[in-house]
């Protein structure tokens, strides 16, 4: 619900899935409560492949690849959702040392923005293997684009540092 409310309400019609039916519930409920019309489906990407929906103009794989037991086949996955024109991003956190520092240490242990334990700093994805997959699904990669953080407004914008969080766009021709 984090990105889907606010999609919805500049007009986009929005499908949210997650594996876990419990965050999809909450999220649900969140929506209702805001007036807000969002599909909400409790699924793997694999599964809404397999009941054939999508072609969507846009995928938004955000901060889930460095979580997936497979992030190739679950770009994969992803990629096969997005129609012709399309345009798919994935935003995770870069495989460095300032990675592991600010992304995992400083976010989980010390701002804590997100509950202790919740990434694996090995799992994290350097933006050359998440153009190497996406290319490999016959989508044209751009990027990386880097995060930053500005905590005296807290607001994340855009910057040359893709050394912590990244976004990466990927085009179907």
Same mark, same amino acid.
């Given at each position: ?40 489906? %409790? ?5 809404? $492949?397999? *009941? =054939? ?6 995928? &938004?794989?955000? /901060?889930? #690849? ?40 400083? %976010? ?5 923005? $997100?509950? *202790? =334990? ?6 994290? &994805?350097?933006? /050359?293997? #998440? ?43």
């Amino acid at each position: 619900g984090l990105i889907a409310e606010p999609m919805r309400r500049m007009g986009f019609e929005v499908t949210a899935i997650d594996a876990a039916a419990e965050g999809v519930e909450t999220a649900r409920h969140h929506a209702a409560e805001q007036g807000l019309d969002i599909a909400y489906r %409790a699924a793997a990407v694999e599964q809404m $492949v397999e *009941a =054939g929906e999508g072609p969507f103009d846009v995928v &938004l794989a955000l /901060e889930v #690849v460095e979580h997936v037991a497979d992030p190739a086949a679950f770009l994969a996955e992803c990629a096969r959702l997005v129609a012709p024109g399309g345009l798919m991003i994935v935003a995770t956190l870069n495989r460095t040392l300032k990675g592991l520092a600010l992304g995992k240490i400083a %976010a989980e242990y010390i701002l804590r923005w $997100v509950p *202790a =334990g919740t990434h694996d700093w090995r799992q994290f &994805l350097k933006p /050359e293997e #998440v153009r190497a997959m996406l290319a490999a699904s016959a989508l044209r990669p751009e990027g990386p684009f880097g995060m930053a953080y500005d905590p005296l407004s807290d607001r994340w914008s855009e910057g040359a540092d893709a050394d912590i969080n990244y976004m990466m766009a990927a085009y179907r021709d």
